[in-house]
């Protein structure tokens, strides 16, 4: 099956049954199915077709759902945007992917201040799911209205790419992971037998729809599924979602562990956990403490289930059992269908128990990287994906992470490598060697923070590089405090000893 194939079967066997569920809101997956043709049709006029490619820069909304929706039912490739990028970044993506179509909304007017699609070489259209502010834009409903719907194309099939997620790179840009219709349904079945969702459930998604981990868990499960599903904008404030879980009576609850370990500590008021609807919690995009898992789960009384993924997995990699053994300190087994094993550096499997690199293997790895051929061939070999997580296996398949990625700072569940952070950094005048690297943070996992070596007889403020920073990078990997050392530690072939910088960061913190 592909994912068009999965939205027509929802709209066969639920047709009056409700999928989304937006404030006041209601749309039928027949609804849907509908819309997500209608808009297609409109795509297809604007010269969108099999091969293409088009961006959506949303936040959480129906639009963005319908949208996806019917960019794959044009035939073409979607390209989910970080809705927390600058114009620089947004602009980068759509270069690389060579995107022609943006879908975007009012929220996004001051990203796209000034925004000249000539900086974009191959964008020829964008369309807003509002009044459009530029007059070179097109409205959505306009769009929507531009032709009738389109008959399903029977030329797509699962091993068609059907969406790139960019994922922050080493080489300090952002790289496309291609993922096929057959890597998101397997991933979302085998997720589905993993902690056993049935027709019954009803999710809420209020983490960002771009992500892959939510896309997956949240947006595509309950459709292939048939599930209600209630769209919450963002995580602020809170207390829409604690009401959207009352009276939508939400049974699946999905979250980064950040949002766990506030709730952990945060009052609830006793009625709630009276009548909680809630039968499962999902953690995933970021390492879940054990002491906060203990704490919710003494706190909610229900189960908390972490698992762990990446982009370019589709994203789910393993996931502790609902009703089976969960072992503290373990992301669980891998799910139904999907292989791991750890390699040593030479690539060659160790034995259990044994630390290495985690390597997966199944229908969900993705196709490779969007016109990356060697980045590709350093991360897929002989079918397997190379992580580049460190970790171990037990005898029973449970998999431990031990560490990550040597450059990756997780912050709310969000990528980020400091090579990117540091690139801009080095525009500035007064820099002559910056270092970013990842503190664990309480409320946020880790935080970046930056060591700046100057240039002789120069000078700067932590204030003046934030301020720099701003038209270059998403808020979430500005640094949270610049320091500003006469010297960086080194290796003998001068190269930035970055352990080395958080362990003194670390030193300075406990005194």
Same mark, same amino acid.
């Given at each position: 099956?592909?994912?068009?194939?999965?939205?027509?079967?929802?709209?066969?066997?639920?047709?009056?049954?409700?999928?989304?569920?937006?404030?006041?809101?209601?749309?039928?997956?027949?609804?849907?199915?509908?819309?997500?043709?209608?808009?297609?049709?409109?795509?297809?006029?604007?010269?969108?077709?099999?091969?293409?490619?088009?961006?959506?820069?949303?936040?959480?909304?129906?639009?963005?759902?319908?949208?996806?929706?019917?960019?794959?039912?044009?035939?073409?490739?979607?390209? *989910? +945007?970080?809705?927390?990028?600058?114009?620089?970044?947004?602009?980068?993506?759509?270069?690389?992917?060579?995107?022609?179509?943006?879908?975007?909304?009012?929220?996004?007017?001051?990203?796209?201040?000034?925004?000249?699609?000539?900086?974009?070489?191959?964008?020829?259209?964008?369309?807003?799911?509002?009044?459009?502010?530029?007059?070179?834009?097109?409205?959505?409903?306009?769009?929507?209205?531009?032709?009738?719907?389109?008959? +399903?194309?029977?030329?797509?099939?699962?091993?068609?790419?059907?969406?790139?997620?960019?994922?922050?790179?080493?080489?300090?840009?952002?790289?496309?992971?291609?993922?096929?219709?057959?890597?998101?349904?397997?991933?979302?079945?085998?997720?589905?037998?993993?902690?056993?969702?049935?027709?019954?459930?009803?999710?809420?998604?209020?983490?960002?729809?771009?992500?892959?981990?939510? %896309?997956?868990?949240?947006?595509?499960?309950?459709?292939?599924?048939?599930?209600?599903?209630?769209?919450?904008?963002?995580?602020?404030?809170?207390?829409?979602?604690?009401?959207?879980?009352?009276?939508?009576?939400?049974?699946?609850?999905?979250?980064?562990?950040?949002?766990?370990?506030?709730?952990?500590?945060?009052?609830?008021?006793? %009625?709630?956990?009276?009548?909680? *609807?809630? &039968?499962?919690?999902?953690?995933?995009?970021?390492?879940?403490?054990?002491?906060?898992?203990?704490?919710?789960?003494?706190?909610?009384?229900?189960?908390?289930?972490?698992?762990?993924?990446?982009?370019?997995?589709?994203?789910?990699?393993?996931?502790?059992?609902?009703?089976?053994?969960?072992? *503290?300190?373990?992301?669980?087994?891998?799910?139904?269908?999907?292989?791991?094993?750890?390699?040593?550096?030479?690539?060659?499997?160790?034995?259990?128990?044994?630390?290495?690199?985690?390597?997966?293997?199944?229908?969900?790895?993705?196709?490779?990287?969007?016109?990356?051929?060697?980045?590709?061939? /350093?991360?897929?070999?002989?079918?397997?994906?190379?992580?580049?997580?460190?970790?171990?296996?037990?005898?029973?398949?449970?998999?431990?992470?031990?560490?990550?990625?040597?450059?990756?700072?997780?912050?709310?569940?969000?990528?980020?490598?400091?090579?990117?952070?540091?690139?801009?950094?080095?525009?500035?005048?007064?820099?002559?060697?910056?270092?970013?690297?990842?503190?664990?943070?309480?409320?946020?996992?880790?935080?970046?923070?930056?060591?700046?070596?100057? @240039?002789?007889?120069?000078?700067?403020?932590?204030?003046?590089? &934030?301020?720099?920073?701003?038209?270059?990078?998403?808020?979430?990997?500005?640094?949270?405090? %610049?320091?500003?050392?006469? /010297?960086?530690?080194?290796?003998?072939?001068?190269?930035?000893?970055?352990?080395?910088?958080? &362990?003194?960061?670390?030193? @300075?913190?406990?005194?």
């Amino acid at each position: 099956m592909n994912l068009i194939d999965v939205m027509k079967r929802s709209a066969e066997q639920s047709p009056n049954k409700i999928y989304l569920k937006y404030g006041k809101t209601r749309v039928t997956f027949r609804q849907f199915y509908d819309s997500a043709l209608k808009m297609a049709g409109g795509l297809r006029e604007l010269g969108l077709k099999k091969g293409d490619r088009a961006a959506l820069l949303l936040n959480n909304s129906v639009e963005f759902v319908v949208s996806y929706f019917a960019v794959l039912s044009a035939g073409a490739e979607v390209v *989910p +945007l970080n809705t927390f990028l600058r114009q620089e970044e947004i602009i980068y993506i759509l270069n690389d992917s060579r995107a022609k179509i943006l879908i975007t909304s009012a929220d996004f007017k001051e990203q796209l201040k000034d925004f000249n699609s000539n900086k974009a070489q191959a964008l020829e259209h964008v369309i807003c799911s509002c009044v459009p502010w530029d007059k070179n834009f097109l409205s959505y409903e306009s769009v929507m209205k531009k032709a009738p719907a389109i008959a +399903l194309d029977s030329s797509i099939n699962d091993s068609d790419v059907a969406v790139i997620i960019y994922t922050s790179g080493t080489t300090g840009h952002p790289k496309g992971a291609m993922l096929t219709h057959k890597n998101l349904v397997s991933n979302a079945d085998s997720s589905v037998r993993a902690i056993k969702i049935t027709i019954k459930d009803r999710f809420i998604t209020f983490l960002p729809m771009f992500h892959a981990f939510t %896309f997956t868990v949240c947006v595509f499960i309950p459709l292939y599924l048939q599930c209600t599903m209630t769209i919450i904008k963002s995580i602020q404030p809170f207390s829409l979602i604690l009401k959207s879980i009352m009276f939508d009576r939400i049974t699946v609850f999905v979250a980064i562990p950040q949002v766990y370990n506030v709730l952990a500590g945060k009052k609830i008021p006793f %009625f709630f956990k009276m009548i909680n *609807p809630i &039968r499962v919690c999902v953690s995933g995009a970021a390492p879940l403490a054990g002491e906060v898992l203990k704490k919710f789960e003494e706190k909610m009384k229900v189960p908390l289930v972490e698992g762990y993924g990446l982009s370019e997995a589709s994203p789910v990699v393993s996931v502790n059992p609902l009703d089976g053994v969960r072992k *503290p300190g373990s992301v669980g087994p891998a799910i139904p269908d999907v292989k791991v094993e750890i390699a040593d550096e030479s690539g060659a499997f160790v034995k259990r128990g044994e630390v290495g690199e985690i390597a997966v293997s199944g229908p969900n790895i993705m196709k490779g990287y969007f016109n990356r051929e060697m980045e590709t061939s /350093e991360i897929l070999k002989n079918g397997w994906l190379y992580t580049g997580d460190i970790g171990k296996m037990d005898e029973d398949g449970y998999i431990y992470i031990l560490d990550r990625k040597k450059d990756l700072i997780l912050v709310n569940g969000m990528n980020l490598y400091p090579r990117e952070v540091e690139e801009v950094l080095y525009r500035h005048p007064a820099v002559q060697d910056a270092a970013v690297v990842g503190i664990k943070d309480e409320a946020h996992g880790e935080i970046p923070v930056c060591v700046i070596q100057l @240039k002789d007889g120069s000078s700067a403020s932590d204030a003046e590089m &934030r301020k720099f920073c701003r038209p270059y990078l998403a808020n979430f990997k500005i640094p949270h405090r %610049f320091e500003f050392w006469k /010297e960086l530690p080194r290796t003998g072939t001068g190269k930035v000893l970055k352990r080395e910088i958080k &362990r003194l960061m670390n030193e @300075k913190n406990k005194k």
